[in-house]
């Protein structure tokens, strides 16, 4: 049984998909979760996603983090992404690294605030 909890809201001011996420996540979780996401973004139209992990705990192994990335780096590839993770930051500092590695717009950042800024300079 999942115990993540999410929370997607849309800002049409700043076209943004907003998301918080709580809980403990296995990597089958975080996968599901973009996949919802990603879907809601896309009813939407949007292209730029915040993602506010700080409140989330991985209940997964390190070598899990490729699995992720490639299980969901195909409908990531037209978004912008920025994951406010606060100060500890492991496994999120793993998962953008490899992000990148499969050249997705992904950002992490310490505060909301910052992620959005990051976000609202995106084309």
């Excluded at 993540?4 to 076209?15: A, E, P």
């Excluded at 983090?65 to 969901?72: E, G, T, Y």
């Excluded at 999120?92 to 909301?112: G, V």
Aim: negative net charge; glycine residues 2%; proline residues 0%.
């Amino acid at each position: 049984m999942s115990e993540i909890i999410t929370s997607i809201s849309y800002d049409s001011s700043l076209d943004l998909v907003l998301v918080k996420l709580t809980g403990s996540a296995t990597s089958t979780d975080v996968i599901n979760n973009y996949h919802l996401i990603i879907n809601y973004a896309n009813e939407r139209h949007c292209r730029k996603l915040l993602v506010d992990v700080t409140e989330l705990r991985h209940r997964y192994a390190a070598v899990e983090v490729i699995d992720v990335i490639l299980a969901i780096k195909h409908v990531l590839k037209d978004f912008k992404l920025a994951r406010v993770v606060g100060f500890d930051g492991y496994l999120h500092d793993l998962l953008i690294q490899n992000a990148k590695r499969f050249a997705l717009n992904a950002e992490n950042f310490e505060c909301f605030e910052q992620a959005k800024i990051w976000l609202e300079k995106a084309a």
